[in-house]
């Protein structure tokens, strides 16, 4: 099973600032990894997938990068509906999929 | 518009059944992988089950083996999850969702969820 690890737990950024926002994969995903933003009381969306295309009516503002093991999704110029949990998800290798736990963007 | 609309979720006892339904539109259904995701109370996202579009591959978290399996009528473009033997630990929103690029691909939309409760 390849185990996803995000970091940190938690981000306090002020609005307008810029979030980087970490995801590693315990074995290579290649460039098989989605970012995922769940806002409080919503379902998931997609955001990002093959590691750095932004989904269909993704905003600009979210860019992703990385490949193999080491993944990163930053938000520049947070605004207020940005503030929310993002996980990462690989599916190189499964079953089993597999999620990061998880990082939650909060208001500074 | 694409949407996905879960259903047949509630309270059930530790050791029952329930089965969750999630209708499709606004896609070709049977061109999608089809996928169960859920979430148990305060906590992150945990893969389910997945289903190929024509039903004849699913494959299951080893969670949930032997006791959940996935099927889908593509003549009712509707995705189901049969639960038995259901546990505390089961108790979680359950998404249903959808994927349009085979088995390896990101997970394109999710339905609202539906409520498990397990419990006595």
């Known amino acids: 099973e390849i185990v996803m690890t995000q970091s940190p737990a938690t981000l306090s950024v002020s609005p307008g600032e810029r979030a980087t926002l970490s995801c590693r994969a315990s074995?290579?995903?290649?460039?098989?990894l989605a970012w995922y933003q769940q806002r409080p009381g919503q379902a998931p969306r997609l955001l990002i997938y093959?590691?750095?295309t932004r989904a269909t009516g993704i905003p600009a503002r979210f860019s992703g990068s990385g490949s193999e093991t080491e993944f990163t999704l930053t938000i520049s110029g947070l605004q207020s509906e940005d503030f929310a949990v993002y996980y990462c998800?690989?599916?190189?290798?499964?079953?089993?999929?597999?999620f990061g736990g998880g990082t939650k963007v909060e208001i500074k | 518009e694409v949407q996905l609309l879960e259903s047949g979720g509630g309270l059930v006892q530790p050791g029952g059944s329930l089965r969750l339904s999630c209708a499709a539109s606004?896609?070709?259904?049977?061109?999608?992988?089809m996928n169960w995701v859920r979430q148990a109370p305060g906590k992150g996202l945990e893969w389910v089950s997945s289903?190929?579009?024509?039903?004849?591959?699913?494959y299951h978290a080893d969670s949930v083996k032997g006791r959940f399996t996935i099927s889908r009528d593509n003549s009712k473009n509707t995705l189901y999850l049969q639960m038995s033997s259901l546990r505390v630990e089961d108790t979680a929103v359950y998404y249903c969702?959808?994927?349009?690029?085979?088995?390896?691909?990101?997970?394109?939309?999710w339905g609202q969820g539906t409520v498990v409760t397990v419990s006595s």
């Open positions: 969702v959808g994927a349009s690029g085979g088995w390896y691909s990101a997970f394109d939309f």
């Open positions: 606004g896609f070709t259904f049977v061109s999608y992988v």
């Open positions: 289903v190929s579009g024509s039903g004849g591959s699913t």
């Open positions: 074995q290579s995903v290649r460039s098989n």
């Open positions: 093959g590691a750095s």
């Open positions: 998800q690989q599916y190189n290798k499964w079953p089993p999929l597999t």
